[in-house]
């Protein structure tokens, strides 16, 4: 079956620790973006890359870095610049080179807590 | 910049009864695409139900429909027949069909729902 898989499910990063989730899809999708949920904020978007080897920052990039070198994968990694880390990640991905458009389907998340 | 706004933080409903969800937005445009995405304690996001703007028919998935009306930019969710698997967070997007850079979900700050047995 097609679909996102995001590990781990639970991440605990030490401080000034830098740590990578990863997003994997089969769904042959050409976008992926990186989420971040906090309770009452919504999703808001940290990255996305619509073709391989080419990424644009969303609204909260700062201490957070990704690449696309694989269509398959884009793996986001926290580092150390980011000062409040614990949050629940998401990954999703759609297709874009359609007539019509079907949405974005998502991974399961990842839950990153600092010790 | 196009907006979505759900200005019902929290809603709550009896099971088996209606429910519907409101939804608005801001746009320039005249043909995008909205969404409705379920949330459950889980967390896996959802897809619930898709919608149009240049198809005047309201979009349905069994228990789920909505009322779509353009000219207000309104998008509510009604369930219909609510069943305890319904509890979770509801969030409305919004995307625009047109091509370029726009291929990003505007995202509301979603409603809570919570069914009583």
């Known amino acids: 079956d097609g679909g996102i898989t995001q590990s781990p499910k639970y991440l605990f990063r030490k401080e000034g620790q830098n740590v990578t989730l990863s997003c994997e899809q089969n769904?042959?999708?050409?976008?992926m973006y990186w989420y971040r949920q906090d309770p009452g904020q919504g999703l808001r978007l940290i990255y996305y890359s619509q073709i391989v080897n080419d990424f644009q920052k969303g609204d909260i990039a700062e201490g957070y870095s990704v690449s696309r070198e694989k269509k398959e994968s884009f793996p986001l990694t926290v580092t150390s610049a980011q000062k409040n880390p614990t949050a629940f990640y998401l990954c999703?991905?759609?297709?874009?080179?359609?007539?019509?458009?079907?949405?974005?389907?998502f991974g399961s998340g990842t839950r990153l807590t600092v010790v | 910049a196009q907006t979505v706004t759900q200005s019902q933080p929290e809603m709550s409903v009896q099971e088996a009864e209606t429910v519907t969800l409101s939804c608005t937005y801001d746009?320039?445009?005249?043909?995008?695409?909205l969404f409705w995405y379920k949330q459950p304690p889980s967390r896996q996001m959802i897809l619930v139900i898709r919608q149009e703007a240049y198809k005047q028919q309201n979009a349905t998935e069994n228990r789920f429909s909505v009322n779509f009306q353009k000219a207000a930019k309104s998008f509510s969710l009604k369930i219909s027949d609510s069943q305890l698997g319904d509890a979770a967070m509801y969030f409305c997007a919004y995307r625009s069909a047109s091509a370029g850079n726009n291929r990003k979900l505007i995202w509301g700050l979603g409603t809570s729902l919570a069914v009583n047995p």
């Open positions: 746009t320039s445009e005249s043909d995008y695409y």
């Open positions: 769904l042959n999708h050409d976008a």
């Open positions: 999703a991905s759609s297709i874009t080179r359609t007539l019509v458009y079907y949405g974005y389907t």
